[in-house]
Protein backbone atom coordinates (compact mmCIF):
# COMPACT_ATOMS: atom_id res chain seq x y z
CA UNK A 1 0.00 0.00 0.00
CA UNK A 2 1.55 3.29 -1.21
CA UNK A 3 0.08 6.83 0.20
CA UNK A 4 -0.94 9.04 -2.00
CA UNK A 5 2.12 12.14 -2.52
CA UNK A 6 1.51 15.97 -3.69
CA UNK A 7 3.41 16.14 -6.53
CA UNK A 8 4.36 20.09 -5.82
CA UNK A 9 6.17 19.22 -3.26
CA UNK A 10 6.67 15.36 -2.93
CA UNK A 11 5.07 15.40 0.69
CA UNK A 12 2.00 13.41 1.56
CA UNK A 13 -1.16 14.39 0.00
CA UNK A 14 -3.78 16.64 2.35
CA UNK A 15 -6.08 15.19 3.29
CA UNK A 16 -3.96 11.37 3.97
CA UNK A 17 -4.87 8.63 1.56
CA UNK A 18 -4.01 6.01 -0.08
CA UNK A 19 -2.51 6.47 -3.27
CA UNK A 20 -4.32 4.66 -6.34
CA UNK A 21 -2.79 1.88 -8.77
CA UNK A 22 -1.53 4.33 -11.18
CA UNK A 23 -0.58 7.23 -8.41
CA UNK A 24 1.31 4.76 -7.01
CA UNK A 25 3.13 3.67 -10.12
CA UNK A 26 3.92 7.04 -11.65
CA UNK A 27 5.01 7.98 -7.71
CA UNK A 28 7.26 5.47 -8.11
CA UNK A 29 9.28 6.04 -11.08
CA UNK A 30 9.14 10.14 -10.32
CA UNK A 31 11.13 8.84 -6.92
CA UNK A 32 13.58 6.20 -8.84
CA UNK A 33 14.07 9.36 -11.51
CA UNK A 34 15.03 11.84 -8.58
CA UNK A 35 16.84 9.22 -6.60
CA UNK A 36 21.00 9.51 -7.59
CA UNK A 37 22.40 6.24 -7.71
CA UNK A 38 24.03 5.26 -4.58
CA UNK A 39 21.54 7.59 -2.27
CA UNK A 40 19.24 5.36 -0.73
CA UNK A 41 21.19 3.08 1.58
CA UNK A 42 19.15 -0.30 1.23
CA UNK A 43 19.41 -0.21 -2.84
CA UNK A 44 22.79 1.97 -4.02
CA UNK A 45 22.26 0.84 -7.69
CA UNK A 46 18.88 2.14 -7.77
CA UNK A 47 18.58 6.01 -9.28
CA UNK A 48 19.88 7.89 -12.23
CA UNK A 49 24.15 8.35 -12.37
CA UNK A 50 23.59 12.13 -11.94
CA UNK A 51 27.21 13.10 -11.35
CA UNK A 52 28.30 10.90 -13.95
CA UNK A 53 26.26 11.24 -16.71
CA UNK A 54 23.72 13.92 -16.24
CA UNK A 55 25.68 17.17 -14.52
CA UNK A 56 28.28 16.69 -16.79
CA UNK A 57 29.90 19.72 -18.98
CA UNK A 58 28.24 18.45 -22.49
CA UNK A 59 25.48 15.79 -20.98
CA UNK A 60 25.05 13.18 -23.87
CA UNK A 61 20.76 13.20 -24.03
CA UNK A 62 20.57 9.67 -25.70
CA UNK A 63 22.40 8.18 -23.10
CA UNK A 64 20.32 10.58 -20.40
CA UNK A 65 17.12 8.84 -22.26
CA UNK A 66 18.63 5.92 -22.13
CA UNK A 67 19.02 5.60 -18.39
CA UNK A 68 15.26 6.98 -17.95
CA UNK A 69 13.79 4.29 -19.70
CA UNK A 70 15.90 1.46 -18.06
CA UNK A 71 15.11 3.29 -14.53
CA UNK A 72 11.61 3.05 -15.70
CA UNK A 73 11.26 -0.30 -16.70
CA UNK A 74 12.62 -1.45 -13.33
CA UNK A 75 9.19 -0.15 -11.80
CA UNK A 76 6.31 -3.00 -11.40
CA UNK A 77 3.12 -2.31 -12.86
CA UNK A 78 5.12 -0.74 -15.87
CA UNK A 79 4.86 -2.36 -19.39
CA UNK A 80 7.06 0.10 -21.75
CA UNK A 81 8.21 3.28 -21.97
CA UNK A 82 6.58 5.25 -24.93
CA UNK A 83 8.43 8.07 -24.85
CA UNK A 84 11.25 10.04 -23.17
CA UNK A 85 11.75 14.10 -24.01
CA UNK A 86 13.90 15.82 -22.59
CA UNK A 87 15.52 19.86 -22.72
CA UNK A 88 18.58 21.23 -21.21
CA UNK A 89 18.74 24.42 -20.81
CA UNK A 90 22.08 25.45 -20.76
CA UNK A 91 22.09 28.81 -19.04
CA UNK A 92 21.03 27.72 -15.91
CA UNK A 93 22.07 23.88 -16.64
CA UNK A 94 18.49 22.48 -16.10
CA UNK A 95 17.03 19.41 -17.24
CA UNK A 96 13.74 19.29 -17.71
CA UNK A 97 11.71 16.21 -19.37
CA UNK A 98 8.95 13.99 -19.31
CA UNK A 99 8.51 10.53 -19.35
CA UNK A 100 5.31 8.41 -21.38
CA UNK A 101 4.72 5.03 -19.60
CA UNK A 102 2.36 2.59 -20.69
CA UNK A 103 1.72 0.87 -17.47
CA UNK A 104 -0.66 -1.90 -16.23
CA UNK A 105 -3.14 1.07 -15.40
CA UNK A 106 -2.63 2.62 -18.63
CA UNK A 107 -1.19 5.40 -20.51
CA UNK A 108 1.03 7.71 -17.78
CA UNK A 109 2.84 10.98 -17.78
CA UNK A 110 5.66 11.24 -15.14
CA UNK A 111 7.53 14.81 -15.59
CA UNK A 112 11.16 14.75 -14.51
Given at each position: ?19 T ?5 R????I ?31 L ?6 S ?9 S?QR ?25 T???
Amino acid sequence: MALALNEANWDLARPIRKATEAEAIRQTIAIRLRTARGQWAFDLDQGLPFREAILVKSPNLPLIESLIRSECALVAGVVSVQRVSLGINRATRGLSGAADVLTDEGLLTVTL
